[in-house]
């Protein structure tokens, strides 16, 4: 034991020294004052004459699209389902599946409009309602380079998967139709408006935060109302004293794995084209989410005295919500350090702080998506210098002006969609009732709610 | 008659099921059961939350045969199921008052 003990530290040590060269080394990147000119004045150019459609772009904006609704069906649905018990299974199937349905027709109706559009003199809050029932949006209208039917299809899959994620939190007990309540509740007074803030034009954009592929928006966003959920919802019966292993850790390595590989689509699909931007952010995915796997395998290791196949994939995904504000600002040195302290971090949110707090956020996401999203967040300002091997802050920034912009998105996400998830929550338990009774919960959601079960064996 | 009730490592089912075949038992009936004896159960971790697993999965035999084969299955398992480590099992030997074969009604050893 103390011999396999001694390996495992001179491995994280080794580890540990691994990072600190790489990071220096990041730090003698050569300038590229001229190439940089180049890229401006190319860039002028581009924005002088009237965008057209570039096939390109428009081949990986569908591709990528698709790769973004592979995360939520079936990646996430796999994943979670293998963590929750097998009475459960299909009911965190459904409510997944059933996210991709309500939320898409919601983002039809209003989402999109008030999320993208120009809002007027209320801009800096809420878009408009001009493109309501997608009026406008056309075979021939364009978003830069690619269709708008392409671009908004793109941000529907994301105001899919965010929802889908705050599943994890309140697993095993919820009601199904408060859970669809909560959710068109929360995507219309909580998604939509962040995400105005953040990528169409409101107080976050104008203020200079960096959030490439949707640390806010969707990480931080789902991790804040999913705590919330957990809290207003209490514990699962029995929680903490029965136990509640998960019923098959082969979907869940099955829709990890499909994770990682759609947030390809996710991160570098957000760039929008199929230019640099985009592969360095899936460059810097891959690294970030490579690093986080081993943090959480040797961190787990050293902890516990054995690395876990749950420990690996919950790393990877940690590694995959840290690296998303960042993926198109920083450098591949930035994105491991990012991938190894966002790992770090909800390592010991998801395994230490929730047990020593007794919350019971089923599957991890405030301590996974919450948490990891958070760590990102804040080193997206940080990584970006151009010392660090990033894009470089925007002129007149400096690296702390950046990390203190980068604060103040996260606290007003955190504040905002906590308040907002708390209020909603209340709201819809005044109307439906949020938990099933005590004795649905004992026979399971799939039987008490859909009339079915998962495994007939 | 007598009807030997075995509880045995589950792995070992096989060796057991065709040294009882080799000596001539005509039939088993096999259930998974759990339970615990002197053998300690094991601890799971799932993202840091800890379970104690008390029980351990074991495989039931219930052979029903006559008397004078009773030794010969008993020396059988043992000698099969046996791996010399703590959870090997257990076997119980009861009296069995009547056996009766349902398609033709025969009552007695015969029907075994």
Redesign the interface.
């Known amino acids: 034991m103390t011999r396999t003990m001694q390996a495992i530290t001179r491995f994280g040590l080794l580890w540990l020294i691994l990072l600190v060269p790489t990071l220096a080394l990041a730090q003698l990147e050569p300038t590229l004052e001229p190439a940089e000119t180049m890229v401006a004045l190319v860039e002028e150019a581009a924005e002088a004459a009237e965008p057209t459609l570039d096939s390109g772009d428009t081949a990986w904006m569908l591709t990528a699209t698709a790769l973004v609704l592979f995360m939520t069906l079936p990646g996430l649905s796999l994943f979670y389902a293998g963590l929750v018990r097998a009475k459960n299974v299909l009911s965190v199937l459904m409510q997944c599946f059933a996210m991709a349905g309500l939320m898409s027709i919601i983002w039809a109706v209003y989402g999109y409009s008030l999320a993208f559009t120009d809002g007027g003199t209320f801009n800096q809050w809420i878009g408009s309602l001009d493109k309501l029932f997608l009026a406008g949006v056309t075979v021939d209208s364009l978003e830069g380079t690619i269709p708008e039917t392409v671009f908004m299809t793109f941000q529907m899959t994301f105001a899919i998967i965010t929802p889908a994620l705050i599943v994890g939190a309140f697993a095993e007990r919820m009601k199904f139709s408060a859970m669809l309540w909560f959710m068109a509740l929360w995507l219309t007074l909580v998604y939509i408006p962040v995400a105005h803030w953040v990528w169409g034009g409101g107080w976050m954009e104008e203020m200079g935060a960096l959030d490439f592929a949707g640390g806010t928006v969707v990480h931080i966003n789902a991790g804040v109302a999913a705590l919330v959920a957990a809290l207003v919802l209490g514990k699962r019966k029995g929680y903490?004293t029965t136990?509640?292993?998960?019923h098959n850790l082969t979907l869940t390595v099955i829709g990890a794995a499909m994770l990682w590989v759609g947030w390809f689509g996710f991160n570098a699909g957000s760039e929008l084209a199929a230019n640099g931007t985009a592969g360095m952010a899936m460059a810097v995915t891959q690294l970030a989410t490579a690093t986080a796997v081993l943090t959480w395998m040797f961190a787990e290791w050293i902890d516990?005295g054995?690395p876990?196949v749950?420990?690996i994939a919950?790393g990877a995904v940690a590694g995959l919500v840290s690296i998303t504000p960042a993926a198109g600002s920083v450098g591949p040195m930035g994105a491991i350090a990012i991938g190894f302290l966002g790992a770090l971090f909800a390592f010991l949110a998801?395994?230490?702080i929730?047990?020593a707090l007794g919350y019971d956020d089923s599957l991890?996401v405030w301590?996974v998506h919450g948490v990891a999203g958070i760590v990102g967040a804040l080193l997206t300002g940080v990584f970006v210098a151009a010392s660090l091997g990033g894009v470089g802050l925007e002129e007149g920034m400096t690296m702390g002006q950046q990390v203190w912009v980068q604060f103040v998105s996260v606290v007003a996400t955190l504040v905002y969609g906590g308040v907002m998830s708390f209020i909603l929550l209340k709201v819809v338990d005044l109307i439906v009732g949020l938990r099933v009774t005590e004795e649905q919960e004992t026979q399971g959601l799939d039987l008490a709610l859909h009339d079915e079960r998962g495994y007939s064996l | 008659m007598k009807l030997v009730t075995a509880i045995i490592k589950p792995f070992k089912l096989d060796d057991v099921r065709e040294a009882l075949s080799g000596i001539g038992v005509q039939g088993i009936t096999v259930t998974e059961v759990k339970g615990f004896g002197r053998q300690k159960g094991h601890t799971e971790l799932y993202r840091g939350a800890e379970y104690v697993v008390d029980f351990l999965p074991k495989v039931k035999l219930e052979i029903a045969v006559d008397d004078s084969l009773v030794d010969k299955v008993v020396e059988a398992i043992c000698s099969t199921a046996n791996t010399g480590k703590i959870g090997d099992g257990k076997i119980f030997i009861y009296d069995l008052e009547r056996a009766i074969r349902i398609r033709t009604g025969e009552i007695g050893p015969s029907a075994l």
């Open positions: 903490p136990a509640m292993p998960p516990h054995k876990s749950l420990g919950t998801s395994t230490k929730k047990k991890d301590g």
